[in-house]
Nanobody
Framework: QVRLVESGGGLVQAGGSLRLSCAAS????????MGWFRQASGKEREFVSA???????DYADSVKGLVTISRVNAKNTVYLQMNNLKPEDTAVYYC??????????????WGQGTQVTVSS
């Protein structure tokens, strides 16, 4: 069974940075498009960013210039570097994997999520 395990979440002050990691297993990582979504309390899950198997990236308008997605296929890991965090970035961040691009329209696998809390 495919596993996506997120890490790197936590409590950070506004203006701070975090790097989230997602380690994937039991899939051919280099074939998969990977992405990050988030869900704030009381809101629907929303797309944040994605990176294709070939390295193309996509970002939600709300995070462009603030986050950077990257992947290291040799480590089966995708990263999300988040800078200048704001309280409204507080959410559970989920890792996602899929074979169809753009992944935001078709996620095959989800991680369990990691909490990011930004204090003002």
């Amino acid at each position: 069974q495919v596993r996506l395990v997120e890490s790197g979440g936590g409590l950070v002050q506004a203006g701070g940075s975090l790097r989230l990691s997602c380690a994937a297993s039991r899939l051919t990582f280099s074939n998969y498009n990977m992405g990050w979504f988030r869900q704030a309390s009381g809101k629907e899950r929303e797309f944040v960013s994605a990176i294709s198997w070939s390295g193309n990236s996509d970002y939600a308008d709300s995070v462009k210039g603030l986050v950077t997605i990257s992947r290291v296929n040799a480590k089966n890991t995708v990263y999300l570097q988040m800078n200048n965090l704001k309280p409204e970035d507080t959410a559970v961040y989920y890792c996602a994997a899929g074979l169809v691009w753009p992944i935001k329209n078709y996620v095959q696998y989800w991680g369990q999520g990691t909490q990011v809390t930004v204090s003002s």
